[in-house]
């Protein structure tokens, strides 16, 4: 009889996950479609968020017991591919677009700019265009804010994964692993919490929706 475990860790590729990827997209563009009829929809975000922490985990996992050089290249180097050939993509036709039909569309190029560099949350923040304002209705790079918290995470994660010594195999390491990201998890939700009265801040910035992903990161660990 196969173990569940092997079957978690070894699969390539998790319909389940992609179900729940569809789920969350659902629930965005029926919000954005009409926020009267589905006040929740913007939720989808959330979802997307634990789902990347789960996703991650899940891909640290099959890198077990390498050094630390070459864990952090092969790390870096998958998420690179995965990521910015369709951003590029994305950047270039929709920046062309955009000059064409938009007299002075330098916040929006900013902002595409900005998402290259895995930034562009924290440019949105500091210009002070949030995801409901008018400014934030006529910019197609807004969405990026999202990519770019995830894109934050990803520089943190694979330190805390090595020096733990989860990825090394060690006998604690999934505990000191897991005691610190529930610490910080704590610490973000406290964050995220007390910053209701500036709700840009607990919205594009990573300070608070780091617990989000640990969410996701955690469900694999208890798995």
């Not at 070459?70 to 993509?89: E, G, M, Q, T, V």
Request: charged letters at 10%; proline letters at 3%.
């Amino acid at each position: 009889m196969v173990n569940a475990n092997k079957i978690i860790q070894n699969t390539q590729y998790r319909p389940d996950i992609d179900g729940l990827r569809g789920f969350a997209i659902l629930g965005v563009l029926a919000f954005h479609f009409n926020q009267i009829l589905f006040p929740n929809g913007y939720l989808g975000v959330d979802i997307f968020f634990v789902i990347s922490g789960f996703v991650i985990t899940l891909s640290i996992n099959k890198n077990y017991k390498k050094n630390f050089k070459s864990f952090l290249s092969h790390y870096y180097a998958k998420r690179i591919k995965r990521l910015l050939p369709a951003l590029i993509f994305y950047v270039i036709i929709t920046s062309i677009l955009i000059c064409l039909i938009n007299p002075f569309p330098i916040h929006q190029l900013r902002t595409a700019i900005t998402s290259l560099f895995g930034i562009s949350n924290i440019y949105l923040y500091k210009s002070s265009s949030g995801y409901f304002t008018s400014s934030g209705e006529f910019n197609p790079f807004l969405q990026t804010w999202s990519l770019s918290v995830e894109e934050q995470f990803y520089l943190i994660f694979p330190f805390l994964c090595f020096f733990s010594g989860l990825v090394k195999g060690e006998k604690n390491g999934k505990k000191l692993f897991s005691f610190f990201l529930i610490i910080f998890s704590i610490i973000s939700f406290v964050w995220f919490i007390t910053s209701f009265t500036n709700n840009e801040n607990s919205y594009f910035l990573i300070n608070g929706r780091f617990w989000e992903i640990s969410l996701g990161v955690l469900s694999y660990i208890l798995i």
